[in-house]
């Protein structure tokens, strides 16, 4: 089988290791249509590659459309995989692409509900992976006329990271600095109120640009709460390698998702955080509140409690708990290569 992966954005540009692995191991060839920023953030090598990008005037968008069409004829392409299958360049174009199955991956599956344009790209496209077993079982609840299957893109590329260990218990909240997708006043709360009993060993590492964003306004509530000991921060991108390593460094994770956050619902229903995969991925579990008690897998995989510091004390104290909680995550059959294959082939068969 001949299969196009194909992403327009700058972004998601981590599941592309796990589809790579996957499809490689169902015996696919693999060809891809990647923006140029995305690819310079991973460590693949397709059959054959082109590029694309997010914005196009008409004209581009129609000149883009024949140069799909002419890569897909020409390496006989069986499949497409879109990697992001939302917003209006997949709109535009999978009406005219050459008459080849398309399977989408989701990243907000409210859209199928609640959107006009997603509802117009579900005439070509009825297929879709979602990244979470609450995600499929909350739209097959809703939907009948699509095919759902749950991927959990946490295949990484860990070749190149190293294992280190650190004096310190650090923690890792990952990702972009904004207050619409992680509670950090929470956060900056709870270690203020308790800094004299946190061990001056417990580092919390922002693990994104604290430029960017809404990062320097958190890094002053930081200093102003007289705790800036207990961070750390980075200055500029953080490229994969450092990424990556970090993670390798840490203790515990920390996705801060509350009923403060904007989109809270969305990730209880319908969205994942990237936290989630990376915890899977690293074998690093995660606190998370009690609202997730009752969601799989994160009842099984994840430290659940309101109560940030006293767990995290505990935690530092009885690290064979970790220790235990990581033995989990590793043996849970759905986060298993083989489990994910099965779900991908169904969707490509």
Wanted: charged share 25%; hydrophobic share 40%; net charge neutral.
């Amino acid at each position: 089988m001949r299969v196009l992966i194909i992403e327009f954005s700058n972004g998601h540009s981590e599941l592309l290791d796990s589809h790579f692995k996957i499809l490689k191991n169902l015996g696919a060839e693999t060809f891809l249509a990647i923006n140029k920023a995305c690819y310079n953030n991973i460590d693949i090598a397709p059959h054959k590659l082109i590029y694309v990008e997010d914005e196009y005037t008409f004209i581009q968008k129609v000149k883009l459309i024949l140069k799909l069409n002419q890569f897909i004829k020409k390496n006989n392409i069986q499949k497409i995989i879109f990697n992001t299958a939302e917003g209006n360049i997949i709109r535009f174009i999978a009406p005219f692409l050459k008459k080849v199955e398309m399977i989408g991956v989701l990243h907000h599956a409210h859209k199928l509900t609640e959107s006009n344009s997603q509802k117009m790209i579900c005439k070509w496209i009825k297929k879709y992976f979602v990244l979470g077993e609450y995600i499929e079982r909350n739209l097959q609840e809703t939907i009948d006329d699509l095919k759902i299957k749950c991927l959990y893109p946490i295949f990484y590329n860990q070749s190149h990271f190293s294992q280190h260990q650190d004096k310190y218990f650090n923690i890792c909240i990952p990702g972009n600095i904004q207050f619409k997708r992680r509670d950090y006043k929470s956060l900056i709360d709870e270690v203020k109120l308790n800094q004299n009993s946190i061990p001056d060993n417990v580092q919390f590492i922002l693990l994104g640009n604290i430029e960017n964003g809404d990062g320097p306004a958190i890094k002053q509530m930081i200093e102003d709460a007289g705790i800036s000991n207990f961070f750390r921060f980075f200055h500029e991108f953080v490229p994969n390698d450092t990424f990556y390593n970090e993670l390798n460094g840490a203790k515990l994770l920390l996705p801060l998702i509350t009923p403060q956050v904007n989109q809270y619902e969305e990730y209880t229903k319908s969205r994942i955080s990237g936290t989630f995969s990376l915890s899977y991925g690293f074998k690093i579990p995660m606190i998370l509140s009690s609202n997730f008690k009752h969601i799989e897998p994160f009842k099984d995989t994840s430290f659940i409690s309101d109560d940030l510091i006293d767990t995290i004390l505990h935690l530092k104290e009885n690290e064979k708990k970790i220790q235990s909680m990581q033995n989990k995550i590793k043996n849970h059959p759905t986060f298993s290569l083989e489990h994910n294959c099965k779900n991908f082939e169904e969707l490509l068969t």
